[in-house]
């Protein structure tokens, strides 16, 4: 379904306006208009994603990226799909918060926290303790958990995230996650943590996101791709040589119960290296825009958000209210949330998408009337997730339920 904005091929045409059909079908079947934006995941495209992911780790466990998701219900459907098996979190209240309302009792924490109420909170209930695996990188953080762990009468968990950048000379191609990038340097925080009895180290992760999460197959970007590519094939042959090795030194200290790796983008090479025993996906669930592009696979898009016509100031030109949810990341147009359905329509390259309105030109705007829904997908999954209190899920052409995001539930993390 891989087309340019507003240049959709025919094939992707008849299908977003089949899918623009569902979509609007499913919201004139609610008692009543929804507001905007309607945020609406199909089902079906959703199974068939998490199945595929599943397919693709070949019987590796894969652990639920909640930050791609934000919506309890959909983390819980996730977690029912075989080939499923744990949360990976992004916050510590977040992640207290999945299980106290029962949602995982196996939650890795992917990233360090500094949230002092949040880290009592934790070492003052044995079954959290249980349940939650910290991140750290670095003593000071180590220095805060043992603080707050000497509180616990038992250990609080804790794994050691381990730069999976690619360096090539003095330059890091990947995401800045972690300072520890030698083995040595890996060896020196696992034996600190061994000399503290406050804490007890159960895993690793090694989050190689220059391989997950950077689109290799754009078009009309055929030389960019291509290197894209080979860096990518580059960082996988390095990073399982390292994975070896830091294995190898840590296995003389300490059994783990768990190694971490890869994401949506990245879960063929991932589960393939025999040092890894699970990984993790998120966004592959949803489908956002960003990932149209890679070679490897092609994910269903799962999620789409409604806004309404609400003025015409031209034939060809509508404008809907809102809709300018941007993406994080470098700035760019793959950032922008793209319009889908009715395909065709496209933003205006003066005023790209609006926070309280957004003008799309194109011939389908001769064709909308005032009211009508305009269909978007986000560049990106979870996100999303942030600019609304609900999700409406979609079965067919019917709206089968409405669901809180974590928003929804009364949080923000």
């Known amino acids: 379904m891989t087309a340019v904005a507003g240049r959709p091929t025919l094939d992707s045409a008849v299908d977003r306006y089949r899918l623009r059909a569902r979509l609007d079908t499913a919201i004139r079947g609610l008692p009543e208009p929804p507001p905007a934006p309607v945020v609406v995941v199909d089902l079906a495209a959703f199974d068939a994603n998490a199945a595929d992911l599943a397919r693709r780790a070949a019987g590796t466990p894969i652990r639920v990226a909640s930050k791609s998701l934000r919506v309890p219900t959909l983390i819980s459907r996730a977690l029912a799909t075989p ?30 926290t500094t949230d002092l109420p949040a880290l009592e909170a934790l070492a003052a209930d044995a079954e959290a303790r249980a349940a939650i695996t910290l991140m750290v990188d670095d003593p000071g953080q180590l220095d805060l958990v043992t603080r707050a762990g000497a509180r616990a009468d038992t250990p609080v968990q804790v794994a050691i995230d381990v730069d999976a950048g690619l360096r090539l000379g003095p330059a890091l191609v990947g995401p800045r996650r972690s300072p520890l990038h030698e083995v040595d340097q890996v060896v020196a925080l696992a034996a600190d943590i061994l000399d503290r009895p406050e804490v007890r180290l159960v895993g690793v992760m090694t989050y190689e996101g220059q391989v997950a999460g950077v689109p290799d197959d754009v078009s009309g970007q055929r030389v960019r791709s291509a290197v894209v590519r080979s860096l990518k094939q580059a960082s996988v042959r390095r990073l399982r040589e390292r994975r070896r090795a830091v294995a190898e030194a840590l296995g003389d200290l300490v059994d783990l119960r768990f190694w971490n790796a890869g994401g949506s983008g990245s879960v063929e090479p991932s589960a ?36 309404p016509v609400t ?103």
């Open 272 to 307: 393939a290296d025999p040092v890894v025993t699970e990984v993790t996906a998120g966004s592959g669930l949803l489908g956002p825009a960003l990932f149209d592009h890679y070679r490897s696979f092609t994910p269903r898009p799962a999620q789409f958000f409604g806004v």
């Open 83 to 112: 080939g499923f098996a744990g949360v990976l979190g992004y916050s510590l209240r977040e992640a207290l918060w999945l299980q106290r309302n029962g949602i995982s009792a196996d939650i890795v924490l992917g990233y360090p």
């Open 311 to 413: 003025g015409r100031p031209g034939r060809d030109c509508v404008t809907v209210a809102g809709g300018g949810f941007i993406a994080s990341g470098p700035a760019g147009t793959d950032r922008l949330p793209l319009p889908w359905a009715p395909p065709g329509l496209r933003l205006t390259a003066l005023e790209g998408a609006g926070e309280v309105q957004t003008p799309l030109a194109g011939a389908p705007a001769a064709r909308l009337s005032l009211g009508d829904l305009v269909w978007f997908r986000h560049a990106k999954s979870g996100e999303l997730a942030e600019h609304t209190g609900s999700v409406l899920l979609l079965d067919g052409d019917r709206v089968v339920d409405q669901v809180p995001t974590y928003r929804g539930t009364g949080n923000a993390w």
